[in-house]
């Protein structure tokens, strides 16, 4: 599996609440709609929550402002997703998604990269005889 890691940045102006219901809601019917089309098989929205203890945190260690939340979108493989986005029904649906995107994201802030995840330790998966 493969993932890209979206970091995600409200419109100037927009309310947190107003942002959350839009990209949950809104846009989340709308990436599930076009799935197929783009081969996704997950979606994963991390919305920030306020944190004076973490903001302290990172501010300690000189770390710049955070953003509104990340998208992790996985495919099965570097090959799904290539096929996939460079399918005609993938371009389109990918043009509709970015079409919503610029009436609620700073397009102008927002970083992606492709990413695989590496599990260190997972102590919510652990059995009880480990």
Do not use: C
């Not at 979108?73 to 389109?92: D, I, R, T, Y």
């Not at 102008?108 to 695989?116: E, G, N, R, V, Y």
Request: charged share 20%; aromatic share 10%.
């Amino acid at each position: 599996m493969i993932k890209m890691v979206v970091e995600v940045w409200k419109k100037d102006g927009m309310t947190d609440a107003a942002f959350t219901r839009r990209w949950l809601v809104e846009h989340g019917a709308l990436v599930k709609q076009h799935a197929n089309a783009m081969g996704f098989v997950r979606y994963i929205q991390s919305h920030k929550q306020p944190s004076p203890a973490i903001e302290a945190f990172a501010a300690g260690r000189g770390w710049k402002s955070p953003p509104d939340g990340l998208t992790e979108v996985w495919w099965e493989s570097v090959e799904a997703m290539n096929a996939a986005l460079g399918s005609p029904e993938g371009q389109a649906a990918s043009a509709a998604l970015a079409a919503d995107e610029v009436q609620f994201i700073e397009a102008s802030k927002i970083s992606a990269f492709l990413a695989t995840e590496e599990v260190i330790f997972d102590y919510t998966r652990e059995t009880a005889a480990a």
